[in-house]
């Protein structure tokens, strides 16, 4: 059994969850249509799975984990209904359908990010005041991390740059994926792991682990806006070439980018070494990456 097949119980206990907080948000209408529009259109959940499935994977409580989960995925959803924005990456389709502000309009749309942007930190403190541990405050402070300044926004200011930047190089794509991508990704291995109480020797394999397969996703995602479909993807795709985006591909051309990626799945597979045969699932979801479609 596959990562996805294995983890099924945790997308349905997510998308509940999600439902939940959503019902009970308090937004005035039409700024909850805009942010469940966004939330509720059929992403993979890969973020918040990652924190159940590593949760549970090192004998935590996985109910202590839904709401970091949760957390994540609505500020995940928020960066992508930012990232579409005419002012940043001016994207029409994401998750198959029209953007947030094709239908809401920019402002709604700048809006419902910032509704779940700061509704996943409610939350968080929430789930905090609710479990007042160490692990817990880990958690929260894991996610902030990902998601702010040094993390997921970092990336993404360095991405815009480097459209119009000289000669931008490796070590600036490097910057951008382990920030924009990867980022968001370790912080949900790490937030599963800080509730299930891990030592820091797993803390630390899992940040490698997460550094690794966060490239490794984003360099696949940009194969894909070359090779992929929009059936698979739900966006428009070859942008990147259109807009001189900075990808391997760009750097180095598809072969090399294939040959890269291969590499970055080994040295994640190879992080998970500590855990033994207890981490098998998070090694065939790097192995299964290469070939993904979606
Ligand atoms: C701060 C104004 C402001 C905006 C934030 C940070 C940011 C804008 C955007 C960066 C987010 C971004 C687009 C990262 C790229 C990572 C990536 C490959 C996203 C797609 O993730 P999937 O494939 O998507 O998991 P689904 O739809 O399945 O959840």
Redesign the pocket.
């Known amino acids: 059994m596959g990562f996805a097949e294995a983890t099924k119980d945790y997308r349905e206990k997510i998308e509940a969850a999600l439902s939940c907080y959503m019902a009970s948000c308090g937004a005035p209408e039409q700024l909850k249509d805009a942010m469940e529009y966004s939330l509720k ?7 918040p799975v990652l924190t159940l499935y590593t949760c549970h994977m090192l004998g935590g409580d996985v109910e202590r984990a839904l709401p970091y989960a949760c957390a994540l ?1 609505m500020i ?10 005419p ?3 001016d994207d029409d389709f ?2 198959g359908r029209p953007s947030n502000h094709k239908v809401f309009g920019e402002a709604n749309a ?1 809006l419902a ?1 910032d509704g779940l ?1 700061s509704y996943a930190f409610q939350i968080m403190l929430d789930a905090v005041k609710a479990d007042l541990t160490e692990n817990a405050i880990n958690a929260a402070r894991a996610v902030s991390i990902g ?1 702010g300044v040094s993390g ?2 970092a ?3 360095i ?1 815009l740059a480097s459209e119009t930047a000289e000669n931008p190089g490796v070590d600036d794509l490097r910057f951008i994926q382990a920030n ?2 990867a980022a ?1 990704i370790k912080a949900a291995l790490l937030a599963g792991a800080y509730i299930a109480g891990a030592s820091e020797a797993q803390l630390e394999a899992l940040g490698q682990y997460g550094e690794a397969y966060g490239a490794l ?2 360099m696949t ?1 940009d194969i894909l806006d070359v090779e992929g479909d929009f059936e698979g ?3 428009t795709l070859g942008k990147d070439q259109a807009e001189n985006k900075l990808t391997y591909i760009s750097l180095y051309g598809m072969d090399k980018a294939k040959e890269l990626a291969y590499q970055i799945a080994q040295k994640a597979v190879d992080a998970l070494a500590v855990f033994e045969e207890r981490a098998e699932l998070l090694r065939e979801l790097a192995q299964s990456c290469l070939s993904r479609r ?1």
């Open positions: 259109a059929g992403g993979k959940r890969l973020r995925e995940h959803t928020y960066s992508l209904i930012h990232d579409d924005l002012c940043m990456d994401r998750r700048v990010g942007l998601a997921m926004v990336g993404q200011v991405d924009k991508t968001m996703f984003q995602d993807m739900g966006k979606s």
